[in-house]
């Protein structure tokens, strides 16, 4: 339901929601070996309650990994970091030029 309907719900019925050939997905495979998802009665409370970024070993985007053992295989990290900082700069610029009572933001 989560999907399907989801993609359906998007407009997107046909090309997302479920793991079928030429439907397009994004896939994790989580980790469950740290003391915060013991014990495990139920897969997905541990899912929503338990894990967390570190937990993500690989994350694969249109068929391509692009994390592997929890480090980015297919973008320069050093660069991402760069570009969020210099983006998301601009972006809270922006917001405080249109709202002065958001100043306290900029630092």
Not at 53 to 75: K, M, N, S
Not at 76 to 97: I, N, P, S
Request: with cysteine; charged share 20%.
């Amino acid at each position: 339901m989560v999907t399907l309907d989801a993609a359906a719900a998007i407009g997107m019925g046909g090309q997302l929601g479920a793991i079928v050939p030429g439907y397009l997905a994004d896939l994790i495979v989580l980790r469950f070996e740290g003391l915060h998802t013991a014990p495990s009665y139920s897969l997905l409370d541990n899912i929503v309650y338990c894990c967390n970024g570190r937990d993500v070993a690989i994350v694969i985007v249109h068929g391509q990994i692009v994390v592997r053992d929890g480090e980015l295989t297919a973008f320069d990290e050093t660069e991402l970091v760069r570009l969020a900082e210099e983006k998301g700069r601009a972006l809270v610029q922006r917001a405080v030029e249109k709202e002065t009572d958001l100043a306290w933001i900029w630092r």
